[in-house]
Structures are given as C-alpha cells and as structure tokens.
C-alpha cells in the first residue's frame, strides 16, 4: 500500500521559521512534490524533488532523503497569507504515474 | 495563459441522481487526472486519461466514469450519488502522463443530500 504521514496541524508566527514534516512508504516512488492549499481553493505547486537534497526557493524549501522516506517543507519569514495547509505528495509510478496525497498540514500564522 | 478550467464550481444534488463535471486542461496539455478530496483529507486518485485513453484508476466504484474529448477536455461522471459523495473535485493537467508538474482546476464543489 501507499501511506503518506504529516502532521494534522500546526501554528508559528508572522516573522518565524515553520518545519512540516512528511514520512512515506509506497512503492514505485518517482519524486515528491509539496502543494499549498488555501480553503476552499485548489491546490497550487510549491517544490518537487526527486533527489536527495534541498530544494530551495524563495522563502519555501524543500528537503528529500529517499532512503529514509522522509520530506520537510521549510516556509521562513512566515506571513499572515501563509496560514493554509499544505499538503505531501508522493508521485507513484504502478504502470502509470499518479499522485498520492497525504491528509495535509493545517498552518495557522498569528501575528 | 487560460489555467484549468473546470464547471461548474457549485452543485447539489440528492441521493440517486448522476451528476457530470467538466475540465478544460490548461492549452497543450495532453493528460488530465480526477481527484476527490473530502473535506479535511488530501485529494484522492480518481481517474488519468493520456491523449483520450484511460492511463490508470483509483480505488473507486464503477459509479465512477470519465472520458477525455479530442480537444483533450474531459468528463468525470457519477450516478447513483450517495451522501458519501460530497466533496471537492478537483481535475489536473499536465504536459505528459502523470507529467512533473501537476496543474490544478479550482475545483468543483459537489453536496450530496
């Protein structure tokens, strides 16, 4: 089976730095993607990585270790319009590629 | 650019009934994927189509059914809607099948009653 692990929720505040933390074990891995969520909206592209290593961009990184099965999506200098979740996904290759979701990491930012 | 376009954006419906949502892929982009996502859960893998052929499906019944057009649009169709059914669909587009970058609709929001 596929199984995606990330924390339910967490808070930070405006100015800090933001650790989201994601475990995986599936089959078929072929890269990680990192997606933001705002309520009630679609889900938009934040990082892909597929090597071990960290991604850097912006304010937003991400880091891969395949042999661990782990990700964490760093988000610095948080902001207000950071609040949303974010959401782990694994790209699986099973004769076809798909994505599988983790539940996704509620953030909430206070001032 | 136009993004992913998907209609409509609200629906209710009751118990029984079919209902059929709609995706326009972002132009040139030849793959669209299905996703359900309930409320306070990750989307969940419905449906891939590639150049108009089915490419994979999820773990969901056979009142789930989609197509892709010529035009690469696509159709998610359900019949026989249970309450269960309630949720967010969301439709994503790439270059390729199961491509790097997975370009999501805004969704359509679905209330089963």
């Known amino acids: 089976g596929q199984n995606i692990d990330q924390p339910t929720e967490m808070t930070a505040t405006e100015g800090a730095i933001v650790q989201i933390n994601c475990t995986y074990q599936t089959s078929g891995f072929n890269g990680l993607f990192w997606y933001q969520q705002h309520a009630g909206e679609a889900p938009t592209f934040l990082s892909y990585?597929?090597?071990?290593g960290l991604e850097e961009k912006g304010r937003f990184s991400s880091f891969l270790s395949r042999s661990k099965g782990y990700s964490y999506l760093l988000l610095k200098e948080l902001q207000m319009k950071d609040s949303a979740s974010y959401l782990c996904a694994v790209r699986v290759n099973t004769g076809f590629q798909k994505l599988v979701f983790g539940t996704g990491t509620r953030l909430l930012v206070s001032p | 650019d136009a993004g992913v376009t998907q209609s409509p954006t609200h629906l209710i419906k009751t118990r029984g009934q079919q209902v059929t949502l709609r995706c326009s892929p972002i132009?040139?982009?030849?793959?669209v994927s299905w996703y359900q996502q309930v409320l306070g859960q990750g989307p969940q893998f419905i449906f891939q189509?590639?150049?108009?052929?089915?490419?994979g499906r999820g773990n969901f019944p056979d009142r789930f059914s989609a197509r892709q057009f010529p035009n690469y649009s696509s159709e998610l169709n359900v019949n026989a809607l249970l309450l269960g059914d309630s949720a967010l669909y969301l439709c994503?587009?790439?270059?390729?099948?199961?491509?790097?970058?997975?370009?999501f609709g805004p969704g359509t929001r679905l209330t089963v009653l």
């Open positions: 189509y590639y150049e108009k052929e089915e490419r």
């Open positions: 132009s040139g982009h030849k793959s």
């Open positions: 994503a587009s790439s270059l390729a099948s199961g491509g790097n970058e997975q370009f």
């Open positions: 990585n597929v090597l071990d």
